[in-house]
């Protein structure tokens, strides 16, 4: 019957220490292992004795993603006064933060040029919700 041996790294990671504290413990003798060329393996039932339980062994769970999909438009209006500069940017992000809104979470940054009566208008978030804010905005450019 062939025993699971894990690294002194694997150990380290179950025990949140560091490796070397790990190294340690076997070089003190108070964790068994073998060595295998220049690594330290170490057998489950060896760790399960030095943490004094079997139910200290935690397999570590794959992790778990899920995918998320973010865009960043960015949005430059010319010839912009600073009042309809400044309507545009509160609207936006007035909306933005909207807590009735049922969409994904969104960025709304607004920058004005008043030297060139440029609005920069930068949107991140998902691909909807950014879709949705640029026809918000396409309304208020069309006002």
Known sequence: MS???Y???QIADLLNLHVRTVRNYVREGRLKAVRIGKQYRIARED??????SAGAWREQEPV?????VEVSSI??????SP????????G???AAKDPNREDQPLRVEAIYNQ???RLKVILTGSIATVVSFLRFLTVYLDE
């Open 3 to 5: 025993q699971q041996l």
């Open 83 to 90: 009042q309809a500069a400044n309507r545009i940017s509160n």
């Open 75 to 80: 949005v430059e209006i010319d010839a912009i």
């Open 115 to 117: 030297e060139r009566g």
């Open 47 to 52: 760790f399960e004795a030095m943490t004094g």
């Open 92 to 94: 936006l992000v007035g």
């Open 7 to 9: 690294s002194a790294e």
């Open 64 to 68: 778990r993603r899920q995918r998320w």
